[in-house]
Nanobody, 125 residues
Framework: QLRLVESGGGLVQPGGSLRLSCVPQRFDLEWHAIGWFRQAPGKAREGIACISVSGDATDYADSVKGRFTASRDNAKNTAYLQMNSLKPEDTALYFC????WGGGCSRSRDEYPYWGQGTQVTVSS
């Protein structure tokens, strides 16, 4: 089964930064749009960012707009989520998803057939 591997999570103080990475297992990201999602305990999985195949189109949830940036390096077969000005409410398990979609991108989890296991981000002093 095709899957992704996330990394880069950890414990950070409020106001700090982290960069998450998303690497596919046994397929190329080049022809896939990437979505970033998070799930806090007791809450539904939330789509927070996405980036198109070309990288020209991105979309962000209001909760992260201006603080998080999705990017990709197709030559390295890796997608990234740069997270700045982190807040305690950003604490969650973060996932990336991939979909062979040639249009823009979507933050709807229903659009993504391929997932990783997640990486934990904890924002606390």
């Amino acid at each position: 089964q095709l899957r992704l591997v996330e990394s880069g999570g950890g414990l950070v103080q409020p106001g700090g930064s982290l960069r998450l990475s998303c690497v596919p297992q046994r397929f190329d990201l080049e022809w896939h749009a990437i979505g970033w999602f998070r799930q806090a305990p007791g809450k539904a999985r939330e789509g927070i960012a996405c980036i198109s195949v070309s990288g020209d189109a991105t979309d962000y949830a209001d909760s992260v707009k201006g603080r998080f940036t999705a990017s990709r390096d197709n030559a390295k077969n890796t997608a990234y989520l740069q997270m700045n000005s982190l807040k305690p409410e950003d604490t969650a398990l973060y996932f990336c998803g991939a979909t062979p979609w040639g249009g823009g991108c979507s933050r709807s989890r229903d659009e993504y057939p391929y997932w990783g296991q997640g990486t934990q981000v904890t924002v606390s002093s």
